[in-house]
């Protein structure tokens, strides 16, 4: 089991993977391989790093309809990191529902402010928020209902 800091490291390694594919369509692999030299193995959970590289590029075409209707764009319209972001975090509420989706929605959030645009991580968390009502509706409306009592 690894720790809650080897999966950030994992999504933050990702992030920059992911965008990378975007720019390249390199095959999944081959951007793994790239990406090694600048992984601390010893502090990522590698096997995690590895599925979202693989999984996301497998899944993109349902992680993208799933993105649609939250943005006030088309798709390719958006920054390639916050692309990258986005498509991760998606993808996270998708396939692990293990995972709070508010942990899905503060990783990405720091990950766009670590990487993103001046102001992207409003617009990340904005998406996310549209999102996780759809996809994680009876976790997020529980979690709302809470807020207010």
Do not use: C
């Not at 096997?47 to 088309?74: C, K, N, S």
């Not at 958006?78 to 986005?86: K, M």
């Amino acid at each position: 089991m690894s720790k809650p800091s080897q999966r950030h490291k994992a999504r933050r390694y990702a992030v920059q993977a992911l965008y990378h594919w975007q720019l390249t369509q390199d095959e999944p692999q081959d951007v793994i391989d790239f990406m090694m030299p600048d992984i601390n193995t010893n502090k990522t959970d590698m096997a995690y790093f590895e599925e979202l590289i693989t999984e996301i590029t497998v899944h993109q075409q349902a992680i993208d309809e799933a993105l649609a209707p939250a943005l006030d764009r088309g798709l390719e319209s958006v920054d390639p990191v916050e692309r990258a972001i986005l498509r991760m975090a998606v993808y996270e509420l998708q396939h692990h529902p293990e995972i709070p989706y508010r942990v899905i929605m503060n990783e990405a959030i720091e990950q766009a402010k670590t990487f993103g645009a001046e102001e992207g991580h409003k617009y990340i968390n904005g998406v996310l928020h549209k999102v996780s009502a759809v996809i994680r509706e009876i976790e997020f409306n529980h979690h709302q209902s809470g807020k207010s009592s």
